[in-house]
T-cell receptor, first 113, second 113 residues
């Protein structure tokens, strides 16, 4: 069964600290993995996308890693800011036609001053 | 347009009434998706349109839900005889084609009272 699981479900960190969010998946055949950021009351916005051959991808203070062998990804946020408070959603695509996106339930991150 | 546009942004309706939610995808995007997101929950797939192909309706929760896409562009999601459990954010997304990055609208917040 194609599934995407994220952990932790929620996380509270102090401003300036680093954190790492996890995503495990069983989607097959794998095509790519994306991390989205969803601010409260807004639609999700794409942060990074990684294909099978990519191990790491950075977007500013966000760094995503992918281990296609263990089917795990992580999103590392460096020097967190209050504006990082949001839900982070892992989305895995299967390499076939049609509706092929599988969504995790997200990690709710709260950055406090 | 510059992004995926959804309307209305907020809708409060009485139980039993019908509602229509509109999505205007990014120009040139052939793929269009509808998702539902309940409070604190992950995204639930509803329906997928790809070009002129028959839509993938496998995610529609009941026959009260229907959607159409006219002229390969604007889409309307219709919920008939709304129930309180239909209260959620309805997110529309579009992409250039299957497998490409999906871009989300800001969502239509539906509250059934």
């Amino acid at each position: 069964k194609n599934q995407v699981e994220q952990s932790p479900q929620s996380l509270i960190i102090l401003e300036g600290k680093n954190c790492t969010l996890q995503c495990n998946y069983t989607v097959s055949p794998f095509s790519n993995l994306r991390w989205y950021k969803q601010d409260t009351g807004r639609g999700p916005v794409s942060l990074t996308i990684m294909t099978f051959s990519e191990n790491t991808k950075s977007n500013g203070r966000y760094t995503a890693t992918l281990d296609a062998d263990t089917k795990q990804s992580s999103l590392h946020i460096t020097a967190s800011q209050l504006s990082d408070s949001a839900s982070y959603i892992c989305v895995v695509s299967a390499s076939r036609g049609g509706n092929q996106f599988y969504f995790g339930t997200g990690t709710s991150l709260t950055v406090i001053p | 347009g510059a992004g995926v546009s959804q309307s209305p942004s907020n809708k409060v309706t009485e139980k039993g009434k019908d509602v229509e939610l509109r999505c205007d995808p990014i120009s040139g995007h052939t793929a269009l998706y509808w998702y539902r997101q309940s409070l604190g929950q992950g995204l639930e797939f509803l329906i997928y349109f790809q070009g002129n192909s028959a839509p993938d309706k496998s995610g529609l929760p009941s026959d009260r839900f229907s959607a159409e896409r006219t002229g390969g562009s604007v889409s309307t999601l219709t919920i008939q005889r709304t129930q309180q459990e239909d209260s959620a954010v309805y997110l529309c997304a579009s992409s250039l084609g299957p497998g490409n990055t999906i871009y989300f609208g800001e969502g239509s917040w539906l509250t059934v009272v």
